[in-house]
């Protein structure tokens, strides 16, 4: 028998504070708090995130968390434990301070913040709200240096060298660590202790100790010596073994359940469950399951033993291996909204489907647009989202998040800068044309351009290439003649017997259906054709101007002077 050792933080005055609450218990107003039920944990636990100390009272449980953490941080921590910060609106709430962080330094964030606006110094909780969505108290312990300024967020942080004043704090600052506080129902009572004996308890919260009066349901206590073991469930104790889903069933080793769906606790091979506690693993010489070579564990059916296997798994047909059991397919597995089943070795888990997101207990619906995955407008739907165009757009075959320009018809207005109307765009397979006071987008015709090898159809923003009978397209433009296509008469077809386009056909070579061609000339390439081609005209204006001008000056430098002007000289006989 393997003896098990808790070690007890004690000081002093934790337990005259333990008596104080014990006292104070009957008159407080603390919400749901039932009864005279108290117990302590103080089981250090180092690294991670596991509380480093605990304390429940009534309905109610509180663990300190020693993990550097701002204030969203720290909220989202005690959420995700299905809990919130540590509310303080009593003076029985005050004192478990003294139970928790008696002998711990540092600051710790409280479940109290101010919304929004300014702190308000003449309201009881200045304006302040506690995260359970409260906002009224009848505990007031502000630290004497109020800060009313509205420069940046305020949250709330309790220290013991402060003597646990509300002090208020950046809330994007690192505290030292933080409190949740936790609410349950249908508590369970302590085991009674033989002499000689005791009992620990370990609770869901993540904290296990001894002398306990009020339990949480889920917790485990461990009587010992006898090692026996047992869960609180509504208000009750069951002893192990319980169903195997929820811990093994409490057994050492593995838990499985017999044809009949009880659970019952196994060992390995040469170990035999204890017959005091069933669930504890002892040496075993004449272990009767050995010959059977089970691949996970035996029972006692009757006079003789048989095979089982792990909750999950199903025996095979030679009685002694086991194989997984598909748990989804009871669609009773993961029952809540927006979960599916997903089968695993020997279990399943119950996850979000696809755009949902887990919150609590609860798939929570993802915005996707919050990332704006859209490159116009973004339409959120449940567990998915639909991007849109805007007028003169329609989704880009490609990449369909995106939008390109879009007309529809032979001419349409043309999409221009705002701050220049000469820098306009176009769809593909349009062509920018600028009038007297607007440019517009008019449809080129790819077909004048003989792209295809037969037959062509223009369309608006592009063109479709076809092949007349016996030829089959391929390459989108291309027409070759298929080798099989025979006439009636036994002679060969030729291109242009026909402007049918070819069919599909489910043969193992199908003829492919007429296939639209993008633009082999773009807006920008055709813009610049006809730029360089005005300018080459132009040069070659002024170049033959330039010669033919050179050419008349030379001719006149040739000439005599007076031929130049026209004159000749005129000689007198007096």
Known sequence: MRAKHFVKQTKPHTAAARDNLKGQHRGCNMRDVTGLFVFVFLVGRAGGTEPSAGYCIGTQCFTVFQHPSDFPAAEDQCRDRNGHLMTVRSTVAHDIFNILLWNLTGRFWIGLRLPSGCPD????LRGFQWVSGDSESDFFNWAPSFNSSCSAPHCVSVSQEDEFKWVQEPCREHADGFLCEYTFTDPCTFLAVAAGGSVTYKVPMGFEGEDVLSLPPGSIAIRMPAETKYVCFSRQWLQAPWSCEIQEGGCEHKCAEDPNNVPSCYCPSGQSVNPANKVTCEVDIDDPCLPLQCAHACYKAGDSYACMCDHGFKLAQDGRSCVDFNDCRDA???????????????????VCKDGYVMRGSLCVDVDECVSAPCEHMCTNTPGSYKCSCYDGYIEDPTAPNKCKLHCGKEECPAECDPNDRFQCYCPDGY?????????????IDECSFFYCDQDCK?????????????????????????????????SMEGSGVSTTPSIPSTSPAPQPEPTTQPSGVSVGGLVGIIVCTVFFIVLVVVVAHYLLSDKGKTESAKAPEGEAHGLHRVTSDA
């Open 121 to 124: 110094a003449t309201a009881a």
């Open 332 to 350: 009773r597995q993961c029952p809540g909204e927006n979960f599916v089943c997903v089968n695993t070795v020997g279990g399943f888990q119950c």
């Open 431 to 443: 062509v920018a044309e600028e009038r007297e006071d607007h440019t517009v987008c008019i449809d």
């Open 458 to 490: 223009n369309t608006f923003g592009s063109y479709v290439c076809s092949c007349s009978r016996g030829y089959t397209l391929v390459g989108q433009y291309r027409c070759v003649k298929n080798e099989d296509d025979t006439d009636t008469d036994g």
